[in-house]
């Protein structure tokens, strides 16, 4: 199996040719290891995940990569990308050596990109790039075979990992792009040069590094500057900076432009959502035809990301009958909607696990499918909220706000945690309270003593609020099995 996985993706002198850099090897036996004639099925930067047969890159991030040579060898690793042979590197072992090993990870990319000859999707937003990201992995996969990361790459170095993951033979590649400031997206999307690119809304999120919610818009529509010739823009029609983001998307260049949304005008309109067990039934306008259709998971916000990914496969021609048939099968990201029974004293409650990141507008999208949850006989809906970061001043103000939408989905309580939370805490309702608490630790034990039969619990925040300990402990204090209910 390895030496199948390594023939698909780098050789030694693809490797070199492509960045550069200089193959040897310090001493060591040749029976073993060779500079030249290596294989890689992979890429890795992290010896924790590396599978035997990656090309390690030693990146110098929050740690210095070539402290982990020696890991990365005994892990399985076939060649290294370095900068320098540190002495305690094995003997022997392969080395790639170019001046910067960021710099090889991006022309590693480059050259992936190049010699395949498939369709490529960029997808940014201020809330739903990984769920899109995972729904277009599903949709393109009714049609070929799909390069998508399995994790939120999305950054620096997410990016040109994903890019240079990416097999000559792949039909389709789907690269998730992400900000925390304006300039940042530009340099990716023209290493990624997607044919059709999506941005999935603009909103309050990093806010606390931009003047104003038109800066987030602006740095969203950095996307289209790497657009491909003939590349299409897929914009969000109910947003209210589409005309912006549809201007940007003219003066990059963009060959048309396809929009997504509920309003009237959108090319891919919703018409028609209802919850239906743990997914959702469609009816949807699609170039002017209405169709209807089963969805595998449930949420408003996501009925939208999936019109967006449609709009996007339609764009790189993907088959649109497969792919709305591909949908029914799809499940919710770990941390993004997945729903777990788990054991409670007196019978059983439903977790909807949205702990992956938050931000206003996701916030209220995880708050509006708890409502959209009907608990059972006398069970409650109950909220598990960790702060929203980076919002700079209007912080307070923005989780002050998430009153009235806890209030419109029916929420019985509330269990907040951090110092932002706290301006929520006091809008609540009294009879909405649960519990207060410094960090999510605190709400730990409370939480696992509150919740009882029939609840549905929905935990949301930050990655930095480490919220996910609640959902964590929930399940660990008693998993049933994942919810499975009838997608008829």
């Known amino acids: ?37 290596w294989s890689a099925g992979g890429v890795s930067i992290d010896t924790r995940t590396l599978k035997p047969g990656d090309i390690f890159v030693a990146l110098r991030d929050a740690r210095d990569g070539h402290e982990f040579l020696k890991s990365a060898f005994e892990a399985g690793a076939s060649a290294a990308l370095v900068a320098r042979a540190p002495e305690d590197a094995p003997e022997g072992a392969p080395l790639l050596v170019v001046g910067d090993t960021l710099e090889g990870l991006r022309d590693l990319a480059r050259a992936a ?6 369709k490529r999707i960029g997808v940014t937003g201020s809330a739903g790039k990984t769920s899109t990201k995972e729904i277009l992995r599903a949709v393109l996969g009714s049609d070929g075979v799909v390069h998508a990361a399995d994790k939120s790459f999305n950054n620096h170095w997410g990016v040109p990992l994903t890019l240079a993951r990416l097999p000559m033979r792949a039909d389709y590649g789907v690269f998730e792009i992400g900000m925390n400031h304006g300039g940042e997206i530009t340099p990716l999307t023209k290493l990624v040069r997607p044919h059709a690119a999506i941005v999935t809304t603009v909103a309050a999120a990093h806010l606390e590094f931009f003047d104003s919610l038109e800066g987030i818009a602006e740095a ?13 823009a897929i914009l969000p029609f109910d947003n209210e900076f589409f005309p912006l983001l549809k201007k940007r998307a003219e003066e990059a260049g963009a060959a048309s432009f396809v929009s997504f949304g509920e309003k009237d005008g959108a090319d891919f309109q919703l018409l028609d959502y209802q919850a239906h067990g743990a997914g959702a039934k469609l009816k949807a306008k699609i170039k002017g035809e209405t169709v209807e259709f089963f969805a595998g998971i449930p949420g408003r916000h996501q009925a939208t990301n999936m019109l967006a990914a449609l709009a996007a496969a339609d764009a790189v021609g993907c088959p649109l009958d497969g792919a709305i048939r591909a949908l029914a099968n799809i499940a919710p990201a770990e941390g993004r909607g997945a729903r777990t029974q788990i054991t409670v004293e007196g019978g059983s409650a439903t977790l909807i696990d949205e702990s992956y990141n938050a931000n206003p507008a996701s916030m209220a999208a995880a708050i509006g499918l708890l409502g959209a949850s009907e608990p059972s006989g006398k069970g409650r809906r109950i909220a598990i909220l960790g702060e929203m970061l980076e919002l700079g001043p209007e912080g307070p103000g923005l989780h002050e706000k998430l009153v009235t939408a806890l209030v419109a989905a029916k929420v019985d309580r509330v269990y907040a945690a951090g110092q932002l939370m706290r301006h929520l805490w006091d809008a609540l309702p009294p009879s909405m309270r649960g519990l207060h608490a410094g960090d999510a630790v605190g709400l730990v034990g409370p939480v696992l003593d509150a919740v009882g039969p029939g609840d549905v619990v929905m935990v949301k925040g930050s990655n930095a609020s480490k919220v996910s300990a609640v959902a964590r402990a929930l399940k660990e204090s008693g998993v049933m099995e994942e919810q499975k209910e009838s997608r008829t």
């Open 220 to 232: 969203k529509a950095e996307i289209f500057l790497g657009l491909a010739p003939s590349g299409v």
């Open 113 to 118: 990109r190049t010699r395949n000859f498939g």
């Open 1 to 37: 199996m390895a030496k199948e996985r390594m023939q698909d993706l780098w050789n030694a002198y693809e490797a070199a040719a492509a960045t550069g850099g200089a193959l040897c090897a310090r001493g060591g036996d040749p029976k073993r290891w060779t500079a030249e004639e």
